[in-house]
C-alpha cells in the first residue's frame, strides 16, 4: 500500500514562499504521475499542479501559473511544490496525490491521496 506524507505547510505573509513536499513510501508507483490539490474553507478541492514520472510534462492551474512550480526526485520518491508570491487567496490545505498512470492529470483521478498539509498566508 502506497503512502503519502505532506510536509511544509505554515503560516507566510503575502509575498512570501513556501516549499511543500510528498514522501511516497511502501508499495511500487512505476511511472506514476503525481499531483498537487487544494481545498480552501467552504469550497471544493480543485487541482493545482501536476506532473509525470519524467519530470518533462506539467501542468499548473491558471491562478498559480508562474509562481508555483512542481518537481519531483525520484530516487527520494518524494514530489515538490515551490510556492512564491504567496497570496492570501492561496490559503487552503493542499493535498499532494499519485496514480499508476504516467500521465498526469487535472481531475482528482489519483490512485493515493496524503493527508494533507495547512497553507495560511496572512498578515
Known amino acids: 500500500q502506497v503512502q503519502l506524507v505532506e510536509s511544509g505547510g505554515g503560516l507566510v505573509r503575502p509575498g512570501g514562499s513556501l516549499r511543500l513536499s510528498c514522501a511516497t513510501s511502501g508499495g511500487t508507483l512505476i511511472r506514476g504521475a503525481m499531483g498537487w490539490f487544494r481545498q480552501a474553507p467552504g469550497k471544493e478541492r480543485g487541482f493545482v499542479a501536476a506532473?509525470?514520472?519524467?519530470?518533462?510534462?506539467?501542468y499548473y492551474e491558471h491562478s498559480v501559473r508562474g509562481r508555483f512550480t512542481i518537481s519531483r526526485d525520484n530516487d527520494k520518491r518524494t514530489v515538490y511544490l515551490q510556492m512564491n508570491s504567496l497570496t492570501p487567496e492561496d490559503t487552503a490545505v493542499y493535498y499532494c496525490?499519485?496514480?499508476?498512470?504516467?500521465?498526469?492529470?487535472?481531475?482528482?483521478?489519483?490512485?493515493?491521496w496524503g493527508q494533507g498539509t495547512q497553507v495560511t498566508v496572512s498578515s
Open positions: 506532473i509525470d514520472w519524467s519530470g518533462d510534462v506539467r
Open positions: 496525490a499519485a496514480r499508476y498512470s504516467s500521465v498526469p492529470s487535472a481531475d482528482d483521478a489519483y490512485d493515493y
